[in-house]
């Protein structure tokens, strides 16, 4: 167990920001999981530019890794255009 108070804040303040993050990290995964469901062309189109600012956001801020943000995005535009 923590004694000093520097590290009792530092528990806080990880706890706090793991939510957070955890947070927008499933709400990014549920936006690519709801674009890869789509079938019809001009919705996923119209969704991708936000699913992909979504993704470079979570990449910069490293609740994401910059790579994974790419293949993400990679993956996803090649499903739009297939439709």
């Not at 549920?30 to 699913?51: C, F, H, I, S, Y």
């Not at 956001?57 to 910059?66: R, T």
């Amino acid at each position: 167990m923590a004694n000093h108070q520097s590290s009792e804040k530092r528990i806080r303040q990880t706890e706090k920001r793991r939510l957070h993050n955890r947070y927008y990290a499933k709400t990014a995964r549920n936006a690519v999981r709801k674009l890869r469901a789509m079938t019809e062309k001009e919705t996923a189109a119209d969704l991708l530019p936000k699913v992909s600012a979504m993704l470079d956001k979570l990449a910069k801020k490293h609740i994401i890794h910059k790579n994974k943000a790419a293949n993400l995005k990679s993956s996803l535009a090649l499903h739009v255009n297939k439709l």
